[in-house]
């Protein structure tokens, strides 16, 4: 942050958003360990930004749980081949989910830092991609199934951006 000129000063940021991806809890079962490895790198990075001698030791910082995806198996297909199992990798969500209240929720960790639920706010059918697919190579039929379960279209984004606004208007 100090690296650009405009950041300069103390405590020159008052907000910081930090939203967690959702790679670190793709594929395969993830034990208790991994998840605290990604809590711990949350921590590291919190920590940077509140540094009292390099960082803004009076910012806000929100933490936003990240969204679970599309709600179809078929995004996940496509994008991802069939390496990724959504069931799996929405356990390994929850539990990420389940560490981060525990860990940040209402200051627990730090006084200054709070928990949003902004990847929540995403509508798991609407704010993902979808397209007319045949039913089958055999099946003409077509239905409408994700192209993409885990990367928002532009209304995902804006419901995200909506939460992010929400969680800012709470802290004033």
């Not at 969500?93 to 830092?113: C, D, H, P």
């Not at 928002?152 to 984004?157: E, F, L, T």
Request: with cysteine.
């Amino acid at each position: 942050m100090s690296n650009n000129s405009y950041f300069g000063g103390v405590d020159m940021i008052d907000y910081t958003f930090i939203e967690l991806g959702i790679n670190d809890v793709f594929g395969g079962i993830l034990a208790q360990s991994d998840i605290d490895g990604v809590i711990n790198n949350a921590k590291t990075l919190i920590n940077a930004v509140l540094d009292t001698t390099y960082g803004y030791p009076g910012c806000k910082v929100i933490l936003a749980i990240p969204s679970i995806g599309g709600n179809s198996k078929d995004g996940y297909a496509l994008n991802y081949g069939s390496t990724v199992e959504s069931e799996q990798y929405e356990r390994n969500m929850r539990l990420l989910w389940e560490s981060m209240i525990q860990t940040f929720e209402n200051g627990a960790y730090k006084r200054n830092v709070r928990l949003s639920i902004n990847g929540l706010m995403i509508d798991r059918y609407y704010g993902y991609g979808r397209s007319l697919v045949n039913v089958s190579q055999r099946d003409t039929t077509q239905i409408q199934e994700h192209t993409n379960g885990v990367h928002p279209i532009s209304s995902g984004y804006f419901q995200l951006a909506d939460a992010f606004y929400s969680a800012l208007r709470s802290l004033q």
